[in-house]
C-alpha cells in the first residue's frame, strides 16, 4: 500500500525533466526576441523578450495567453558549448501575463548563438518548444 500511494505522489510530482513531451506549433515566429506565436492543442501563446537579449545584462521574457497555463519555464542553451544551467520559471502575474527577468552568461569564445526551449504544462500535460536567436554583446 505505501509503495502505490508513493507511486501516485510520484507520478503527480513529476518534473519537467522527466515528463513527456508534446511539441508546441509555431504559428508565426519571425524570432523569438521580437514576437512569437506558438500553439497547444486548442491553445494560443505569446512569447517575446521585453527588451533585446544583451549579455550579462537583464531582460524580461513575457508570454501571453488566455489557456489556463499551470507551469512555465524557459531554458536556455548554445549549441555544443556548455553555459551552465540557465533555466527560469515564469511567474503568472495575473490577466494571461507570464514573465521572467533573464541574465545570459557571456561566451569565452565571443558566441551569441542561443536557444530557448519554452515548456509549458498545460491541461495536465507538458508541452515544449525550441527557438534560436541571437544575443547581443555590449
Given amino acids: 500500500m505505501v509503495f502505490i500511494l508513493s507511486w501516485i505522489a510520484g507520478s503527480r510530482l513529476q518534473n519537467p525533466e522527466e515528463a513527456a513531451f508534446h511539441p508546441v506549433t ?3 515566429c519571425e524570432s523569438v526576441p521580437t514576437h512569437c506565436k506558438v500553439r497547444l492543442s486548442d491553445a494560443t501563446l ?3 523578450f521585453a527588451s533585446p537579449a544583451i549579455v550579462m ?4 521574457v513575457k508570454m ?3 489557456a489556463d497555463v499551470a507551469e512555465a519555464i524557459m531554458q536556455f542553451r548554445m549549441k555544443n558549448m556548455d553555459m551552465g544551467i540557465q533555466r527560469y520559471r515564469l511567474v503568472n502575474i495575473g490577466n494571461g501575463l507570464w514573465q521572467s ?3 545570459l552568461p557571456v561566451c569565452s569564445m565571443g558566441r551569441s ?3 530557448a526551449t519554452l ?3 498545460y491541461q495536465n500535460l507538458w508541452w515544449r518548444g525550441d527557438f534560436d536567436f541571437e544575443a547581443a554583446s555590449h
Avoid: G
Avoid at 545584462?57 to 524580461?60: D, R
Fill in 119 to 121: 515548456e509549458v504544462k
Fill in 46 to 48: 505569446e512569447l517575446e
Fill in 64 to 66: 501571453t495567453t488566455k
Fill in 57 to 60: 545584462s537583464p531582460f524580461v
Fill in 101 to 103: 527577468e533573464v541574465i
Fill in 26 to 28: 509555431s504559428l508565426s
Fill in 113 to 115: 548563438d542561443w536557444n
